[in-house]
């Protein structure tokens, strides 16, 4: 195993990590309102000093893996799903900095909710592209 796809696994286990989290704590402020203003404060911070740079990482790390290796149908499918992956995480960070807003505007809980719930379809959409490219990825290793 090459030094960058070591690094290219290590991004994406920490950013793996930091979904967790976040759904964890999502999952939790859906059950129990009195936490969605603390939940919407840490996911925001968690996503601008924690996962961006963790997704940041693995576009990088996987895009120079592009030019190092001859590419088949497997990898190209391997890439769709990845960048479907990060293209849902980065526009998960549009909710989550708007509902962090809201919040230092004392919003409504409705207005809260719907930003909660474009999280959770980014979320049910990320996640199974970025599985898809997971196990392709191990599989064409």
Known sequence: MSALI???LI???LWGGCIA???VLEFRAKKDLAL???V???HDTIDR????PFVLGVFITGAMQVFLIPLTPLHLIKIAAGLGAVS???LCFVPVFKRKRLVDANADFSQLAQCSDRIFL???VGFPLGLIALLLGFYLH
């Open 21 to 23: 989290v976040e759904m």
């Open 11 to 13: 991004f994406i286990g």
């Open 49 to 52: 000093y924690v996962e961006l």
């Open 6 to 8: 070591f690094l290219h």
């Open 88 to 90: 849902a995480n980065l």
């Open 36 to 38: 969605t203003r603390t």
């Open 40 to 42: 919407a404060q840490l």
């Open 122 to 124: 980014a979320f049910s």
